[in-house]
């Protein structure tokens, strides 16, 4: 079965390497040390000629961040561009609740500097919004993102402003990770309801959290549980409701679970 796996893993990765894209352009790998990707197209005297690949990444969190390195290591020529809605620098979301906590100061947030980015000819786009694909074209409209914060929220109107761009690609990679799911309970999107996920979110629960003696975390995961500690380390009296009979019930059994309760 796994020498079966095998094989279909390769035939699927070779078609993909090989099929020709829209308009009958074929991809061709040179391989040998340092060897990059390319496409080929025609050029002014009709020639076909190889150019190097654009790839286009959507997301500028961890599976974004490392697939661009990832990417730049197999392909030394193709130009790479990493596009994020959040006006930020490449930071790491998982490290938001030791922002709360205080344990660690924003800048340490930053897991990718802009000068790395320069010195691997990797271009960040942030503070944009992708609103279509067309896989036909190969080409994605970009239009700049206008953020309005809410009155005492983290949350954002998510507006766009000024005229969208379209930027061609020859490989995209859609890296925008999960969002949370707000619930359509009454007073769920009153001033002082937040989600986390962000940097701004982070933020504006720490100005919240100034003055306030108590919190309600709805939500017993990874990010649930760590958001309650975070703002236990802050001194609020903080309750945790779930909807399992324990808390990280995706992640352990009910004698840890209480364990972690403890």
């Not at 074929?26 to 020639?47: C, D, N, Q, V, Y």
């Not at 694909?133 to 009155?151: F, G, L, N, Y």
């Not at 939500?219 to 703002?231: E, I, N, P």
Request: glycine share 10%; net charge positive.
């Amino acid at each position: 079965r796994l020498r079966k796996a095998q094989s279909l893993r390769g035939e699927l990765r070779r078609r993909i390497e090989h099929r020709p894209p829209a308009g009958g352009r074929r991809i061709r790998h040179r391989s040998g040390p340092g060897a990059g990707r390319h496409r080929e197209e025609k050029g002014l005297t009709g020639k076909r000629r190889a150019v190097s690949l654009r790839y286009v990444i959507i997301g500028n969190s961890a599976a974004g961040i490392w697939a661009a390195e990832a990417i730049r290591e197999r392909d030394p020529d193709g130009s790479i561009t990493i596009i994020s809605d959040e006006r930020r620098p490449s930071y790491s979301r998982c490290l938001t609740s030791y922002m709360i906590s205080g344990a660690i100061a924003p800048e340490r947030m930053v897991i990718r500097s802009a000068e790395h980015w320069r010195a691997l000819n990797v271009e960040l786009i942030t503070g944009a919004r992708v609103e279509s694909v067309d896989p036909a074209s190969r080409t994605i409209s970009v239009r700049p993102v206008e953020r309005t914060p809410k009155p005492e929220g983290g949350d954002y109107s998510g507006g766009s402003a000024g005229a969208p761009e379209r930027l061609p690609f020859d490989r995209l990679l859609l890296a925008t990770g999960g969002s949370p799911r707000l619930p359509e309970t009454p007073g769920s999107r009153l001033p002082g309801v937040f989600m986390l996920r962000t940097w701004d979110d982070a933020e504006a629960i720490i100005e919240r959290s100034r003055g306030a003696d108590e919190a309600v975390v709805v939500g017993g995961g990874l990010v649930g549980v760590k958001a309650a500690c975070a703002l236990a380390d802050r001194g609020l009296q903080v309750n945790v409701e779930v909807s399992s009979s324990r808390v990280l019930s995706q992640m352990l059994d009910s004698e840890a679970a209480a364990l972690a309760q403890r």
